[in-house]
């Protein structure tokens, strides 16, 4: 079992910045990336970014590319989401989430329990 804990959400301005963190805690062969997916209500889920721990191989959805970067810090087992510029529309429940390097949410096994990020204007 690998459990996950996220922290970071908020409440911020349209423009604003904010960090989402989620730790896990430990590492298996079969999470080898951690990824970042957001649900908006009455939307389906959505793919935000990943990255994988040892090469750090990085994607990111294309309605956050240049403004969010994922980073990671491997001794603390750690995967962070700083989204910068964000807009009323990244409204959403952000999930960090543990398998493999992919896009796929059902491919991820392991999830944390969400942290809400409401983007006013």
């Known amino acids: 079992q690998v459990q996950l804990a996220e922290s970071g959400g908020g409440l911020v301005q349209a423009g604003g910045s904010l960090r989402l963190s989620c730790t896990a805690s430990r590492r298996t062969v079969t999470t080898a990336a951690m990824g970042w997916f957001r649900q908006a209500p009455g939307k389906e889920r959505e793919f935000v970014a990943s990255m994988s721990w040892n090469d750090g191989r990085i994607a990111y959805g294309d309605s956050v590319k240049g403004r969010f970067t994922i980073s990671r810090d491997n001794t603390k087992n750690t995967m962070y989401l700083q989204m910068n510029s964000l807009k009323p529309e990244d409204t959403a429940v952000y999930y960090c989430?543990?398998?493999?390097?992919?896009?796929?949410?059902?491919?991820?096994?392991?999830w944390g329990q969400g942290t809400q990020v409401t983007v006013s204007l």
């Open positions: 989430a543990a398998g493999p390097f992919a896009s796929d949410s059902m491919l991820h096994a392991y």
